[in-house]
């Protein structure tokens, strides 16, 4: 049963994809263009040299550390709609201390890191104790933040780290920038960071015990109290434990690819990762493997307008597919009728055998 289980939360994203990128095909086909060959520019805007790569991955990290925000917090059956803001905050420590602290090279970039890690918890902490404490509604609370973060965060690059006339902050010092992994391969190691979180991530939800507990929480909070599980104390950990990986994940953002905050940064991270995550089931490793899905369409999007004059709108209509699609499978299994149909034929298979 469990085998079967996890095949579906396999089987149901790919046909998601693959249903996506039918329709959109359909609808290039309707644009009086060929989809074989607009995919074909799609995919060599992804994948058609190593540079070309490399800047995929760019893309895909902060989508990873923002979707691993919002697939940890839902396991424990909490909804932390606050990634953005947790990304954004994050951010914001990491640039005031960077350049207010004087410390540059590795212990720089490492204490940065650090300290973003921290801003997104603490961030990440306040709907949490709100939740806990006074009952209030943890989605309410954390989108709000997330306008709160924003807010700050323009601020900041308009006011306190303002570069001369121009509505940003100062630059990073050299010293403080994530290497790339190479000249031919030009993509920071924040990558490598957000591989290993997912990896760690996994790990700590499907192969320890206190990755259980929080599972149980996560399934049945009242079931797991009578059970003698402290449900408040989970909550608030996987709440400090998200706004971190996203904090992170904006530290990791300002260092290797960004090097300053303007208008605009980490603008629709947090959605996306929210989205992200459900395509994969709320599996660490999945929602790395989703968000890269997410960057090659995002990197190809410009190639395929420029070499089929598709718009790219079209590819906005194949990621919004993907959505529905995988949300509308999964809702679609947990019908009484459908699981029972499934319980019937494993039934009958067991019976033959």
């Not at 980490?266 to 996306?272: C, E, P, R, T």
Request: charged share 10%; proline share 3%; net charge positive.
């Amino acid at each position: 049963m469990k085998q079967k289980d996890n095949l579906i939360k396999i089987i149901v994203p790919v046909i998601s994809i693959l249903a996506a990128f039918t329709i959109g095909g359909i609808i290039i086909l309707c644009l009086g263009k060929n989809p074989f060959q607009a995919y074909g520019f799609l995919f060599s805007g992804a994948f058609g040299s190593s540079r070309k790569i490399a800047q995929t991955l760019v893309i895909a990290c902060p989508l990873i550390f923002t979707g691993l925000t919002a697939s940890f917090s839902y396991k424990c059956g909490v909804f932390n709609l606050g990634g953005e803001g947790q990304f954004i905050m994050g951010a914001v420590a990491s640039i005031f201390f960077v350049t207010k602290s004087g410390i540059e090279g590795a212990p720089g970039i490492l204490l940065s890191l650090f300290i973003g890690a921290a801003g997104g918890a603490v961030w990440g902490a306040i709907p949490g104790i709100l939740k806990i404490t006074r009952g209030l509604n943890e989605m309410i609370v954390s989108i709000m933040l997330n306008y709160v973060a924003t807010l700050f965060m323009g601020y900041v690059y308009t006011t306190l780290l303002r570069d001369g006339s121009v509505p940003q902050t100062y630059a990073i010092p050299d010293s403080t920038k994530i290497a790339f992994i190479s000249k031919s391969f030009p993509v920071h190691w924040g990558i490598a960071i957000a591989l290993f979180l997912a990896s760690a991530g996994y790990y700590f939800l499907f192969c320890t015990s206190k990755g259980f507990k929080l599972r149980a929480v996560g399934l049945n909070a009242t079931a797991a109290f009578f059970n003698g599980f402290p449900v408040n104390r989970y909550v608030l950990f996987s709440f400090i434990t998200s706004g971190a990986v996203a904090g992170l994940g904006g530290s990791v953002e300002l260092h290797g690819k960004q090097l300053r905050l303007m208008s605009g940064f980490g603008q629709g991270f947090g959605f996306d990762g929210v989205a992200i995550a459900l395509i994969a089931q709320l599996n660490p490793i999945g929602t790395a493997i989703v968000a890269f899905i997410f960057a090659i369409l995002r990197k190809g999007a410009s190639t395929l307008q420029t070499g089929m004059q598709v718009p790219t709108a079209v590819v906005d209509i194949i990621q919004a597919l993907v959505i529905i699609f995988a949300v509308a499978g999964t809702a679609l299994l947990k019908l009484p009728a459908i699981k029972q149909y499934f319980s019937r034929q494993s039934g009958k298979k067991e019976g033959m055998n």
